[in-house]
Structures are given as structure tokens and as C-alpha cells.
């Protein structure tokens, strides 16, 4: 394949490709180069089966999109977006495993198998959206007609869509062939924020599968090499003692300060870090009033390396700036690791199966379509290149500084991963123009074209143990001996942020996997 294509450049490729590791880093630099490589395999036999069956459950598929895209529901209040997944699951045969999935009351498991044995594949449909992202299916911002402010700026609607339309799709291929196996779909909540997929890999509930796909929005089609960053979460809490600020301040001890402090000793850490540490935190609480000694702050805090050693000493030295911040200013420190992932594990066989499908079919658009982004594009101040209508060659080996909570899925099980177009070349995730794209044909296509590609992807992992073993023989290469190991405390049982509205949904309906064939 050529990247000949308008608007193509060292910076898109690479935002492409951290689309590809589902939208972990955009903006990455030009000094890191990928080194593609640029051998075609044929196209799999399994590429028109999936075209067909996909066709004929199009309408479920624009269905799941196009409702969550209305519904544009935030990290872990998804409540009605995992319903829309589950209805049209059911309605195809599926059967719900469990809802309120390893704590999350947005998250479910449901599957659907056939014969006596047989392969496991897996799918990881999402559904979050992002605050004050909501715009109209307009090449303009505007405000959504329905008033939310909320959007899916990173094409969430269309990524669950296609994941959870391939594995209906699936479904009706192995009817046709009477291939024995079994399809679970893992609903994926909270991607954004705290995401599930770390607390079920940590549950083991990918233990046995034979493959997890997915895919993520991009600017272009584009698979590879991708290597994600470890990341953990914090929340830094500062207490104190509070006093008038003009009368007595010298009764106060300033929490704010402790936590001024805590910055202050982070920025030092910065000149003593490997080039793949990343430290980066926002003040949630910093006081009430400038004449009221503040005796609260809080921060949060996140910090990233190239994998779990990184990460591990980054939290152990972010600590003791905490508590030395807390000793100057005679407060307390409260230091609280509440979310963590570990770095992707590429899988050669599954980066190789990914490319054949893709390529087979390139992505097709229609003038008004690439019109549409185009005029998203001119909008933004970017060159008017439209969408992506080639699949670039695989990408790397390179490793960006984002992360996913795929990558605790690729530590047990190894992962077939890609971006495809759901928006304009030069287009950057988490921007309106990716809520605007969704909302119409363009989020359509995507959708029914990765519902093909993963469905194809998922059929050719049922019916080829060859390529099962070579998968499962590269993961463990890759681990090299390392056993998995989640940076998610064995004591966080639910997510820190969820809403108190929905703590009572916490806990699994159905805590495990059924053992009749269904």
C-alpha cells in the first residue's frame, strides 16, 4: 500500500497510529519515527462471509451507534448506552453473563456458543463520552439539538458499534459452517476514566480466550507495532488545620500550600526522569476563599512509564514528595494509588490477520462525506485533506506515550488491535469534529466497516489453530517470563469516582460464567 494520500505527514502517522492503540497519544513527536514494513498477504477467504453477514444485520449495527451517539453518556454513568449493547445482544441470541461486571454497574459480559469446545474470542465495544464535547451532526461547532453538552469525541458510539456488531455477525457465520466455539462480548465501561477492562483482567475474565479484538476511530487505517505506556492514578490528599488568614493565621496550617509544595517538588523530579517517565496532575481542591486558611487540597495526579518498573518507581518517589510536603507545612498527606494500567503487548499473528482484513477492503467515502470533513477540517484551521481512502503499511516497532486498558487485556491474552477513519486526516481525538463525524454517515461507515474486519478477524481465529498458537506463542514471547501482574490495588474493588447514585449496582448480577452450552 502507498500513503500517498493529501495531508499525509510524519505527525498524522504517528496520531494515527496512537489511534490505533486506541487513542492513548496523539500529538507525539517527530523525532520518534515508525518503520513500516510493506508486504501485502492476500485477502482472507472469510473477507466476503463477514461482508455478507454484516449486511444483513446492518440495521442492529447503525442502531447501537446511532442511539449511543444520542445518548452521550459519561464514564461510568453509561446506565442506558450498556442497555442498547445488551438489547440488541439478546435479540441476537446472546446471553447475558453478568451486569454490573467486576464492580462497575455499566459494565456486563454476554456470549453466545455453539458445539462442544472450541475456541474463545472476545470483543471490547466502549460507550463512554466526554464532557462539553457535544456538538450537532453539523461541519461546524454547534451544540447538539438534544442539549447535551456531553459528546463522543472519541468515537466511542461507533468503536462499541463495530465491536459488538461483529460479534453478532460472527455469530451467523459460524452457524453457517457449524464452526464449534464460543463469542463473549465484554462491555467496557469507563474507558475514559477508571477503565473496566483492568479490574476484569484482573478478575480473569479474559483468562481464556484465544484472542481479544477491538479497534479504535483514527484518522487513518493503520495497524502495527504500537506499544502503549504503563499508568497508574493517584489522588494526593492534603489535611490541615484552618484559621481566619488576617486575624490569626498562625493557628492555621494551609493544606494549599502543602499541596503548592507537592508541585513544586514534582517539576524538580522532571530533570532526573528517563525520557519514557511521564508526570502530569490537575488541583481539584485548593481552598474556598483567600481569607479562610485552607485546611483541604486535593490532586491528581498521573503518572506514566514504559512499564511497570517505570511506573513502580515513579509512585514510590511521588510519595515521599507528598510526604515531604506534608512535614514542611506540618499537615498530613494522604497518598492513594486508585487506577493503573500496564503497557500493550503487541501481537505479531494478530497486527498480521488485522492488515489482511483491513486491506482487503480500504475505506470508500462519498463526496459529501469527504466534504463533510473537509469542512470540519477548514473549521479547525486544518489543511482540507478529507478522510483517509488508503490502509497504511504496518507500523513500527513504536511506543507512545499514552496508555489503554487494553494493555492489561494484552497481558493475558493476545490482542488484535487497529485504527480506522471516523473522522478527517490531521483531526485530533477528543475535538467536536469527531463528535460531529460520528453523528452521521461517515460514524455509519465506520461502524459497518469494522464490524467486517473484526468479524472476519474473529472467524479466522475460530477456524485456525495454527494461527491460535502462533498468537498465543507470541504473547508469550513478549512477556518473557513475566507473569501477569495488574498495578490496580487488590483492595479497589469499585471504581474511586463512581457516582453515589449507582454504588448500589456495584456487584455482579451473575458472578460467573454459566457451564452449559448456550
Not at 495497524?223 to 481566619?244: L, N, P
Request: one cysteine or more; aromatic letters at 6%; hydrophobic letters at 45%.
Amino acid at each position: 500500500m502507498t500513503t500517498g494520500a493529501v495531508g499525509f505527514s510524519r505527525r498524522s502517522v504517528l496520531g494515527a497510529a496512537a489511534g490505533a492503540a486506541v487513542g492513548a497519544g496523539l500529538g507525539l513527536p517527530d523525532l520518534v519515527l515508525a518503520q513500516a514494513t510493506t508486504a501485502e498477504a492476500p485477502a482472507p477467504a472469510s473477507v466476503g462471509a463477514a461482508e455478507a453477514a454484516v449486511e444483513r444485520h446492518r440495521d442492529a449495527i447503525l442502531r447501537i451507534s446511532r442511539e449511543v451517539w444520542d445518548l452521550a453518556e459519561l464514564s461510568l454513568e453509561e446506565v442506558k448506552s450498556a442497555k442498547v449493547h445488551l438489547r440488541e445482544l439478546e435479540a441476537a441470541g446472546f446471553r447475558t453473563v453478568s451486569t454490573g461486571t467486576s464492580g462497575f454497574p455499566t459494565a456486563f459480559v454476554s456470549e453466545w456458543s455453539q458445539g462442544t469446545g472450541g475456541p474463545v474470542v472476545g470483543y471490547l465495544p466502549e460507550y463512554d463520552a466526554l464532557p462539553d464535547l457535544g456538538n450537532a451532526a453539523e461541519p461546524r461547532p454547534m451544540p447538539a439539538p438534544s442539549g447535551n453538552p456531553n459528546g463522543h469525541g472519541c468515537g466511542h458510539n461507533a468503536l462499541g458499534a463495530g465491536c459488538t456488531g461483529a460479534a453478532i455477525a460472527l455469530k451467523t457465520m459460524m452457524q453457517a459452517t457449524g464452526t464449534p466455539g464460543t463469542i463473549r462480548v465484554y462491555g467496557c465501561a469507563a474507558e475514559e476514566t477508571e477503565g473496566v477492562k483492568v479490574y476484569m483482567a484482573r478478575d480473569g475474565l479474559f483468562d481464556d480466550l484465544d484472542a481479544a479484538l477491538a479497534w479504535h476511530p483514527a484518522p487513518l487505517a493503520v495497524t502495527g507495532e504500537i506499544m502503549t505506556a504503563a499508568v497508574a492514578q493517584v489522588q494526593v490528599i492534603f489535611r490541615g488545620r484552618t484559621a481566619h488568614a488576617g486575624n490569626d493565621p498562625w493557628e492555621g496550617r494551609s493544606a494549599l500550600k502543602a499541596a503548592e509544595l507537592f508541585g513544586t517538588g514534582i517539576q524538580f523530579m522532571r530533570e532526573h526522569l528517563r525520557s519514557t517517565a511521564r508526570m502530569h496532575y490537575i488541583y481539584e481542591s485548593a481552598g474556598v476563599a483567600p481569607n479562610i486558611v485552607p485546611e483541604f487540597a486535593q490532586i491528581w495526579l498521573t503518572l506514566r512509564g514504559q512499564d511497570r518498573a517505570e511506573v513502580d518507581a515513579l509512585l514510590e518517589w511521588t510519595k515521599q514528595v507528598a510526604d515531604g510536603a506534608a512535614l514542611m507545612t506540618q499537615t498530613t498527606a494522604e497518598y492513594e494509588l486508585f487506577h493503573g494500567m500496564l503497557d500493550l503487548l503487541p501481537n505479531g499473528p494478530m497486527i498480521a490477520l488485522a492488515q489482511a482484513h483491513m486491506a482487503a477492503r480500504p475505506p470508500v467515502w462519498t463526496e459529501a462525506e469527504q466534504g463533510f470533513a473537509k469542512g470540519c477540517q477548514k473549521e479547525m484551521g486544518l489543511p482540507e485533506a478529507g478522510l483517509a481512502t488508503t490502509v497504511l503499511p504496518v507500523m513500527g516497532p513504536l511506543r507512545v506515550g499514552g496508555g489503554t486498558d487494553v494493555g492489561d487485556v494484552s497481558w493475558v491474552a493476545p490482542v488484535g488491535i487497529f485504527g480506522w477513519p471516523s473522522f478527517g486526516i490531521g483531526t485530533s481525538l477528543h475535538t467536536w469534529a469527531v463528535t460531529a463525524c460520528g453523528g452521521m454517515s461517515i460514524g455509519d461507515r465506520a461502524s459497518l466497516d469494522t464490524a467486517r474486519i473484526l468479524a472476519g478477524m474473529g472467524y479466522d481465529v475460530m477456524t485456525d489453530a495454527g494461527l491460535r498458537s502462533a498468537a498465543k506463542a507470541d504473547l508469550e514471547a513478549r512477556r518473557g517470563g513475566v507473569a501477569y501482574a495488574p498495578i490496580l490495588p487488590a483492595d479497589r474493588k469499585i471504581p474511586l469516582r463512581l457516582p453515589d447514585w449507582l454504588h448500589k449496582a456495584g456487584g455482579d448480577e451473575v458472578v460467573s460464567f454459566a457451564s452449559e452450552e448456550g
